[in-house]
């Protein structure tokens, strides 16, 4: 469904120089929805500014290093996560209900065993615990496997790829724009394309880059669908 988005000049303050990203969406039938694109500092909507807190270093390293080191993917990718959930604001809260540095739902926490949603080890570790799942799931494709995080592994698997939803296709591009330092720009997927290259939790893009960019000319590459 198509939908008509308005950015509004409305900000909920969450932590001390934080904010999120209200919208306004209007669908067709007039419905009026609005809904939080992801929480940050005051230049969050700015892709410049993302891309600068690539690799972001904070105090929650050690406990990074050790769940992504246990689950097998990359801790540049958790991190990049944690910048678009919640900034590394342990006590973030969306509107939705999400909670913690990963923004997890209760379902999710629940799901991985969490008794106290806030605790940054337990935070970060059923996160990381999901972000492995989703990966492994949609055969290593990070563009889908972070649209799930966003939306759920149900939106994903029913669209078959990312689904047409601003807000989720806003976050993986906020999402990835962290995890490669750079803006990322237009997005592109191949619908329909099976068996194809994946981006595998952000290794071996070099190969499926180039051939995006020789498409369409600063457009990059989410995946196969």
């Keep these: 469904m198509r939908v008509l988005l308005i950015v509004l000049g409305v900000s909920f303050l969450v932590a001390p120089m934080s904010r999120a990203d209200v ?7 007039g419905t009026k929805v609005i809904y939080n694109v992801g ?3 005051a230049p969050a909507a700015s892709l410049d500014w993302l891309a600068k807190q690539h690799d972001r270093r904070t105090k929650f390293d050690p406990i990074i290093e050790r769940y992504a080191e246990k689950y097998r993917i990359d801790a540049t990718l958790v991190r990049a996560v944690i910048q678009v959930e919640s900034n590394f604001n342990v006590r973030c809260v969306s509107n939705k209900g999400a909670r913690g ?7 999710t926490a629940t799901r991985f065993g969490v ?12 996160g990381v615990q999901y972000l492995a799942y989703l990966l492994r799931l949609f055969g290593d494709d990070l563009s889908r496997a972070l649209a ?19 807000e989720t296709q806003t976050y993986v591009k906020r ?6 330092g750079r803006p990322y720009g237009s997005a592109i ?16 893009v070099g190969t499926v880059q180039p051939l995006a ?3 369409i000319p600063g457009a990059k590459y989410l995946g196969t669908n």
């Design 23 to 29: 919208r306004l969406a209007t669908k067709k039938d």
């Design 39 to 41: 929480a940050g500092p």
């Design 101 to 107: 540095l990963m923004q997890l739902m209760p379902a």
């Design 115 to 126: 008794t106290e949603v806030h605790d940054p080890e337990q935070n970060i570790r059923a």
């Design 148 to 166: 799930a995080y966003n939306a759920g592994e149900g939106a994903v698997l029913k669209h078959g790829g990312i689904p047409p939803y601003a």
């Design 175 to 180: 999402a990835l724009t962290v995890y490669y």
């Design 189 to 204: 997927s191949f619908a329909g394309r099976r068996g194809g290259k994946k981006l595998r939790g952000g290794f071996g």
């Design 213 to 215: 960019a020789a498409l």
